[in-house]
């Protein structure tokens, strides 16, 4: 502790109390080792060696750190602190006293008894104070388990040792844990805490029936683990609805790093954690060899796919970002969050439509990105069914704006963000992100191994959270007290975290920048593991909420709208799959035609959308497009107006 350090009037008493134990300890160190023979020793000595010990101690103690702590909290971290205290103080006491009387007066045998004597009289009134409070939050947790949520603990690992502590420390916790449940069966029998590990937890029924053969009836299932697979966590809510329990989980163990907490508080599962998969290992290196010291564009950069981009990008230390939207209010957030988030990279925010070719090679004659993502687009597939020119517009020429103003301006790489409603296409929004994709491919395959501009397809399916999705609309209707509204009972669709895509989507444009001719014109595939019923994910949600599914919460069926597809692909049956180096990632062959083949078409698109005539748009796009179709009970645009 430094003299400049201010100390609180606490910390000052625990200073007094062991200097006074310093004192005390070289007393009784003394008698101990010389009994009633004390009194033939000469006095004066024996004074000035207690005087001496008592001033050196306190020098010790004060630099130590030992009022750092708080005795509430005492550990073996302080007794570590309070053993090195003691140790230099009575060698240096040892030092002093040779060099000034080669110890004549003294009797040596003191220096280790007055070791032990002051470890006692340090150590013992810090662990009695610790275990009295202790007795006093057990003893209110006792008296007020009555008011208390009962909880029942899945993992017997850090998490759960980490919760019961901050649960023991804090007089108003909401909670009680009454046992804990395990993956792991050497754990069962034992105890964290004084709380047993009651059962495995695949038996959660099992242990909830012994809690209450004892007298305790668990009210909430506790998730202790942040790595838990969906799956697993699909199980366990299925698990705690049959019981009648609600689901939550544990902070992150972070929170807990101090060891001190105000009050515990336990979260909601989110449904992130329901469709969660393992973290796919990264390759770091790669993606900051990739953006590191670049100038790189995003566009559709306040949307949900466009920001989260911004973030990560930002992370790995650009020598600038350009971040381009339409839309003036996406914009402006984003911009502020990069200003705070990450002030010491250099930005321009550029209102700007990437359909306004004369615009878009503007920005970028100012700009010069050297690496471009390209996330703008129209995805909200009813919507853009009933605005077909917009979709194409957009979707296309927008893209096909940016990949040529990317050619001529010599950018060094091109990221396309595409989806899977590109395979097998049943909506506009679909077909014109087929037609986007074809023309990257075509114009990737063109390059060859030439110096050109790279240009990387990232296809996924829906995001979590993103604009327009599922979970925010049935997150919005559960708040509104339902119903929840499922088009179809069968529709299933492929689910990813924003984060988990993005990470990915850098991943795969790291991989295909480092290019070679084996990835020509090939589409990154992001692997989203299992398809998810949406009806499964509506029941869930209400599960999540503590409600009950059509009791509580209404589910209404209200069909399939125009362009939906009943279930998603990852690959079309004409790309074959190519194996990839990174997890997580799957690479489909290309399947585009030539430049010369596609340009005349987009040109002739183009010109069809300038003069808003929808019906040859449509045709335009079956012709690129041949394997274009309306999903049988989706309807078609007329009947849905």
Not at 38 to 52: C, M, S, W
Not at 60 to 74: E, H
Not at 602 to 608: K, N, T, V
Not at 625 to 634: F, K, L, S, T, W
Request: glycine content about 10%.
């Amino acid at each position: 502790m430094k003299f400049t350090k201010k100390i609180s009037p606490r910390s000052l008493v625990a200073y007094a109390h062991d200097i006074a134990m310093a004192g005390l300890s070289f007393a009784l160190a003394l008698y101990l080792r010389l009994g009633d023979d004390i009194t033939l020793y000469n006095p004066d000595p024996l004074i000035q060696g207690g005087v001496i010990f008592v001033a050196i101690s306190a020098v010790v103690f004060w630099f130590s750190g030992l009022y750092r702590g708080v005795w509430r909290y005492a550990s073996i971290n302080d007794l570590l602190a309070i053993t090195r205290a003691v140790t230099i103080a009575v060698l240096t006491f040892l030092l002093v006293m040779f060099l000034w009387t080669r110890f004549l007066h003294l009797p040596r045998s003191i220096i280790p008894i007055n070791w032990f004597v002051l470890m006692a009289l340090l150590g013992g009134p810090r662990f009695i104070y610790r275990l009295v409070k202790d007795r006093r939050f057990d003893l209110a947790n006792e008296n007020g388990n009555g008011r208390r949520i009962a909880v029942l603990l899945v993992g017997a690992g850090d998490g759960a040792e980490l919760f019961i502590r901050a649960l023991r420390r804090t007089e108003d916790s909401n909670y009680r844990v009454v046992g804990i449940v395990s993956d792991r069966p050497e754990r069962i029998g034992q105890q964290i805490h004084g709380i047993d590990v009651i059962g495995g937890a695949d038996d959660i029924a099992g242990a909830v029936k012994k809690l209450r053969a004892a007298g305790t009836r668990p009210q909430r299932l506790v998730l202790t683990k942040d790595d838990m697979d969906g799956t697993r966590v699909r199980s366990l809510l299925d698990q705690a609805d049959a019981l009648g329990l609600t689901m939550a989980r544990l902070p992150s163990l972070t929170d807990f790093k101090s060891g001190v907490s105000d009050k515990v508080e336990v979260k909601p599962v989110a449904v992130e954690d329901l469709l969660g998969r393992p973290q796919t290992a990264l390759d770091r290196g790669a993606m900051a060899g990739l953006i590191e010291g670049k100038r790189v564009l995003v566009t559709g950069a306040g949307g949900s796919i466009g920001s989260e981009l911004v973030r990560q990008v930002c992370d790995f230390k650009p020598a600038e970002i350009g971040l381009l939207d339409h839309s003036e209010l996406a914009l402006y957030t984003i911009d502020r969050e990069t200003a705070l988030g990450w002030p010491d990279i250099s930005r321009q925010s550029v209102i700007a439509d990437v359909r306004d070719r004369e615009r878009v090679i503007q920005v970028f004659d100012r700009f010069r990105p050297e690496l471009v993502f390209h996330a703008a687009a129209l995805k909200h597939v009813p919507l853009v069914e009933l605005n077909v020119v917009e979709g194409a517009t957009t979707n296309i020429a927008g893209t096909v704006n940016v990949a040529d103003t990317c050619v001529e301006t010599g950018v060094s790489a091109m990221v396309l963000i595409s989806t899977d409603k590109a395979i097998n296409p049943t909506s506009i929004m679909g077909a014109s992100k087929r037609i986007a994709e074809s023309y990257c491919q075509a114009l990737d395959l063109k390059r060859g191994d030439g110096d050109g501009t790279r240009f990387v397809t990232v296809r996924f399916g829906n995001v979590l959270g993103s604009t327009g999705s599922v979970v925010p609309l049935f997150q919005k209707q559960l708040a509104e007290g339902g119903p929840l509204t499922v088009t179809h009972p069968d529709m299933t669709r492929y689910f990813m975290t924003v984060r988990e895509a993005v990470e990915l989507v850098l991943q795969a444009s790291a991989l295909g920048h480092g290019g070679n001719g084996r990835q020509d014109g090939k589409i990154f595939v992001l692997d989203m593991g299992e398809s998810i019923r949406i009806m499964d994910l509506a029941e869930q949600m209400i599960r999540l909420a503590g409600l009950k599914p059509g009791k509580d919460i209404k589910i209404d069926i209200t069909g399939i709208r125009p362009g939906e597809k009943l279930f998603e692909e990852v690959f079309h049956g004409a790309e074959p799959l190519v194996a990839t180096e990174c997890p997580g990632l799957l690479l489909a062959a290309p399947r585009a035609g030539s430049l010369d083949d596609l340009s005349p078409a987009l040109d002739e698109l183009a010109q069809a959308c300038r003069g808003d005539d929808e019906e040859r748009v449509i045709a335009i796009i079956q012709k690129l497009v041949p394997e274009y179709h309306v999903e049988d009970g989706a309807g078609a645009k007329a009947a849905s107006g």
